[in-house]
Nanobody
Framework: QVQLVESGGGLVQAGGSLRLSCVSS????????VGWFRQAPGKEREFVVG???????THYADSVKGRFTISRDNANTVYLQMNSLKPEDTAVYYC???????????WGRGTQVTVSS
């Protein structure tokens, strides 16, 4: 059972930056593709960005392209660097992992990001 813990959320003014971390209990973490999702109040959870198990390929939602960057280290952490934050980025951010070739998704409990205008 893989456990994921997100951290790094907080309150920031528009135009500011935050770096989220997703730490896995699985080490090494390089068999898992990882995605960041977010859910704003009253809205459905939406995809933000994903990275393949080997870190070679990333995919971004149009709404965050050029502002957010996903990366992973060689141990057990995936990062989400968020720059030029906007009030519409306010949401709970979740980390999801899926082992390569498998179909079960592991989710973290989320971290709150609030961007004030």
């Amino acid at each position: 059972q893989v456990q994921l813990v997100e951290s790094g959320g907080g309150l920031v003014q528009a135009g500011g930056s935050l770096r989220l971390s997703c730490v896995s209990s699985e080490r090494p973490f390089n068999r898992y593709a990882v995605g960041w999702f977010r859910q704003a109040p009253g809205k459905e959870r939406e995809f933000v960005v994903g990275i393949t198990y080997n870190g070679e390929t990333t995919h971004y939602a149009d709404s965050v392209k050029g502002r957010f960057t996903i990366s992973r280290d060689n141990a057990n952490t995936v990062y989400l660097q968020m720059n030029s934050l906007k009030p519409e980025d306010t949401a709970v951010y979740y980390c999801k992992a899926r082992e390569d070739g498998m179909y079960y998704d592991y989710w973290g409990r989320g971290t709150q990001v609030t961007v004030s205008s």
